[in-house]
C-alpha cells in the first residue's frame, strides 16, 4: 500500500502531462496515424528504443546509466500509444 498518496497523485499527474505535452508535440510534427496497422509499428518503434536503453544500462560502469534516456523513451512511447487511441480510434468518422 502506499503510505504518501499525494505525493504520488502529483507524480502521476505531473508524468501524465508530460505524456500529453509528448502527443501534442507529435502531432505538430507528425501526420495523424491511418490505422491501427500503422498505430502499432509507430508503438513497436518507440518500445524498442527504449528497450535498447535498459540493455545498455548498468550503473556500475562510468556513462552507463540511462535511466534518464529510459525515461524520455518511456515518455514517448506513452505519447504514441495516446497518439493511436486519438487517430485510430477515436477519431471522428467523416
Known amino acids: ?40 509499428f509507430v508503438i513497436e518503434e ?6 535498447q536503453e535498459v540493455f545498455k544500462h548498468n550503473t556500475s560502469k562510468p556513462d552507463r546509466d540511462t535511466r534518464p534516456r529510459q525515461r524520455e523513451e518511456l515518455i514517448q512511447l506513452a505519447a504514441m500509444c495516446m497518439r493511436a487511441i486519438l487517430d485510430t480510434i477515436d477519431k471522428e468518422k467523416i
Open 46 to 51: 518507440e518500445w524498442e528504443e527504449y528497450r
Open 1 to 40: 500500500m502506499i503510505k504518501n498518496v499525494a505525493y504520488y497523485n502529483s507524480k502521476i499527474d505531473a508524468i501524465a502531462q508530460e505524456m500529453a505535452e509528448e502527443a501534442a508535440r507529435a502531432t505538430t510534427l507528425f501526420p495523424a496515424m491511418n490505422s491501427p496497422h500503422e498505430a502499432a
